[in-house]
């Protein structure tokens, strides 16, 4: 699994940093979360292709989150025959689309399934063959999202000596068996998957939450996950600007990173205030409260591991 920093500014995309967005590649597939204004071009710069992308996750209506959005669209549109696209949004995120589509009249070649947050279907917004996406409210100065992105468990490894103690020749069966089926021996035994697998394992869980002040759904969205990616876009002496915004410094994020438990975070959406030779100072004041932190930069790349040994 693959996370790439597409950009990792905030407010407003600069010549030296682009807007926040993340590709979480996983199998060939991406699933994107947030989309900027210019987006597309380092999307370009990656080389990331747009027919893996399954999945546009939006945090919320504000301009450098999703005014991407119909660019993404347009983008895919060049291609031939593309797959449908899902949107995960806020409430008005399908009328930001439409309208948009409409009144900009472009062309879009494939169909495009909006789900957007309400009460009833809060906790899991998107789930797949292979990962889910489970979406929670955070504390901006309006209605935002905050996403975590999570493999879904692998079956237990197989054990082929047990399978062949317990009458299971090596053969079409181990595959029925490691599929879940449970299957007949030919002393007409039935033997269950349980029998021969191991615990199911993990799968690797990402967070993606910017735009918020501290707030418990921060923390159980990071709860834990092998990789949380957080808005730092202040340094302590302008805390004012980030509680006053609602936003968090990269002290508060990187607390949060660590009480949550997560194995490794990196800091975005950063104040278009600082310049690329100023993040050395807001990486070392994270790193007082979580020592492997950083701050990340655009077209970063992190390669994501399962979290304990196979
Ligand atoms: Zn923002
Ligand atoms: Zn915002």
Redesign the pocket.
């Known amino acids: 699994m693959e996370c790439i920093l597409i950009g990792t500014g905030?407010?407003m995309p600069m010549p030296y940093r682009m807007?926040?967005s993340l590709a979480v590649r996983l199998n060939g597939r991406i699933y994107m979360f947030?989309a900027?204004e210019g987006t597309q071009i380092n999307w370009k710069r990656v080389r990331l292709g747009v027919r893996g992308l399954k999945v546009i996750a939006v945090?919320?209506l504000?301009?450098?989150?999703c005014l991407g959005i119909p660019g993404m669209i347009m983008l895919r549109a060049q291609m031939e025959d593309p797959d449908p696209l899902t949107v995960l949004g806020p409430p008005g995120t399908r009328d930001f689309i439409v309208q948009s589509q409409r009144l900009v009249d472009f062309k879009v070649n494939f169909p495009i399934n909006v789900i957007e947050w309400s009460a009833d279907n809060s906790g899991l917004a998107y789930q797949d063959d292979q990962a889910r996406v489970l979406w929670q409210p955070v504390k901006?100065t309006r209605f935002c999202l905050g996403y975590r992105f999570e493999e879904l468990d692998r079956p237990g490894k197989f054990d082929p000596t047990r399978a062949e103690g317990l009458g299971v020749p090596k053969g079409p069966l181990w595959g029925k068996l490691q599929k879940g089926e449970s299957v007949r021996t030919s002393a007409d035994r039935i033997i269950q998957p349980s029998d021969v697998l191991g615990l199911a394992r993990r799968g690797r869980h990402i967070a993606f939450v910017?735009?918020t002040r501290p707030a418990p759904g921060v923390y159980s969205l990071c709860k834990n996950a092998d990789m949380a990616f957080l808005?730092g876009?202040f340094l302590t002496e302008h805390s004012d600007h980030a509680d006053m915004k609602g936003?968090m410094t990269v002290v508060e994020a990187a607390r949060i990173a660590k009480k949550s438990g997560a194995a490794r975070a990196v800091l975005l959406?950063i104040s278009p205030r600082y310049e690329n030779s100023e993040l050395g100072k807001l990486e070392e004041e994270a790193r007082k409260e979580f020592p492997s932190i950083r701050i990340g930069r655009d077209l970063d790349v992190f390669e994501v591991s399962f979290p304990e040994k196979d």
């Open positions: 905030g407010m807007l926040a947030d900027g945090t919320h504000h301009a450098d989150h901006h910017v735009d808005e876009m936003h959406h």
